[in-house]
């Protein structure tokens, strides 16, 4: 357990929070079979109401300008999710980050986003979230049998259909300034270059591509330890991708050319890049990360109310600060990885193993080093061809 008033007198300080995610609707209309929220160890969202009252939208937008007055921020991102967070209506929506700007007042520039699964993205939701400049990330899987092999109705049917009129809509004029990109789950069984050629189809300047949330306790639906089939997926489209840069923007590889390279990354997927994300619950609760969902029941819990607590409250949560720590929170094997200050011990989450808690590399090591080293390997000889120079 961490003693975060040891590390405090030691001279640590936390990184204040600059990304507010708002669960402002707490049910979902699809019923994924890899869903995060309701399918895995973590079932708090049963006791959650459905959907966030407007008066604990003015305490967060209060609480959002205590911790940047705080902190001297100048800006914050509000992230509106879910569930599905369009299920609480777009005019809810606009009417929230309405609220927050309101009260927030103009000393502090509010960034708004929207990760929806757009279904019920129309062409009214779309002309709300343009007057307020709100950014709409999509959820899709790729091709329409890819997508539709998870991400279904509660009653079978596939999404892909109500999406794709969804994204086209979305990336024409002139709704598409709000287009952010596209969040893939990794499916073993879709083939990669099949996934990547239809997300490209909808033009997106952005894919996320996330492996599915797993720990040593639930490890991921195909784990073999004398394998490394995600890497392997991954750098299928890596290769592709690499060769044809432009196309779109692939934020994981890019964050790790990045931390390659002696950068910083922008996530805390790679790197030692501290966590600047707080939950905030439809009932006003504050949470860490969606992903710890898949640890246990509860696992995501500071035991802190927007209503009762600030966010610097939160900052002292071990959790929270073991998120913040990078380099200090990894365990031996990491800190002594060739690849440890790229890969950073991968999501927190993903570390998980009953006995040892989060001190341990990550589930999907073997395949995050495969991946670190094939991109590596492809930098290292384009930089060879380039200066002439040897590097090692
Ligand atoms: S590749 Fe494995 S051992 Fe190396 S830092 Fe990542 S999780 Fe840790």
């Not at 995610?21 to 979902?28: D, E, F, T, Y």
């Not at 049963?46 to 205590?66: E, Y």
């Not at 790197?271 to 619950?281: C, D, F, K, R």
């Amino acid at each position: 357990m961490i003693d975060v008033d040891e590390l405090l007198r030691r001279g640590w300080r936390a990184h204040p929070f600059r990304q507010f995610l708002l669960k402002v609707h707490s049910r979902c209309n699809l019923a994924c079979d890899y869903c995060y929220v309701y399918t895995l160890a973590d079932q708090s969202w049963r006791s959650q109401p459905m959907i966030m009252d407007p008066a604990l939208i003015t305490v967060a937008a209060h609480r959002i300008a205590q911790h940047a007055d705080d902190h001297d921020l100048t800006s914050v991102r509000v992230i509106l999710h879910g569930g599905e967070p369009l299920l609480a209506g777009h005019g809810y929506l606009a009417n929230i980050v309405d609220t927050i700007r309101k009260e927030v007042g103009g000393g502090l520039r509010v960034d708004a986003a929207i990760q929806t699964n757009a279904v019920l993205l129309d062409a009214a939701a779309l002309r709300s979230f343009s007057a307020l400049d709100v950014r709409v990330g999509v959820s899709l899987d790729g091709s329409p049998r890819g997508n539709n092999r998870n991400r279904r109705f509660a009653d079978g049917r596939g999404s892909y259909d109500a999406v794709a009129r969804a994204l086209r809509l979305l990336g024409s004029e002139p709704f598409r300034h709000l287009y952010s990109g596209l969040l893939c789950t990794v499916d073993l069984a879709n083939s990669p270059i099949e996934t990547y050629e239809a997300l490209i189809e909808f033009e997106p300047p952005a894919i996320d591509f996330l492996v599915p949330h797993a720990t040593w306790d639930s490890p991921p639906p195909t784990r073999d330890p004398d394998a490394t089939p995600y890497a392997d997926w991954l750098i299928t489209i890596f290769d592709h991708w690499y060769g044809s840069r432009g196309e779109t923007v692939i934020r994981l590889f890019e964050e790790i050319i990045n931390v390659l390279l002696g950068r910083s990354s922008a996530t805390e997927v790679i790197g030692l890049t501290p966590s600047s994300l707080v939950v905030i619950e439809t009932d006003g609760t504050i949470e860490q990360t969606d992903s710890l969902k898949v640890v246990q029941q509860g696992a995501a819990a500071t035991g802190l109310n927007i209503v009762d607590h600030s966010f610097d409250a939160a900052l002292r949560h071990p959790g929270i600060v073991a998120r913040q720590l990078g380099w200090d929170a990894l365990s031996d094997t990491c800190q002594a990885c060739r690849f440890g200050r790229v890969c950073g011990g991968g999501l927190y989450a993903h570390r998980y193993r009953t006995g040892s808690g989060f001190r341990n590399p990550s589930v999907y090591c073997d395949d995050l080093y495969r991946l670190i080293e094939h991109i590596r390997a492809r930098l290292v000889a384009d930089l060879r061809r380039s200066t002439g120079r040897p590097i090692t």
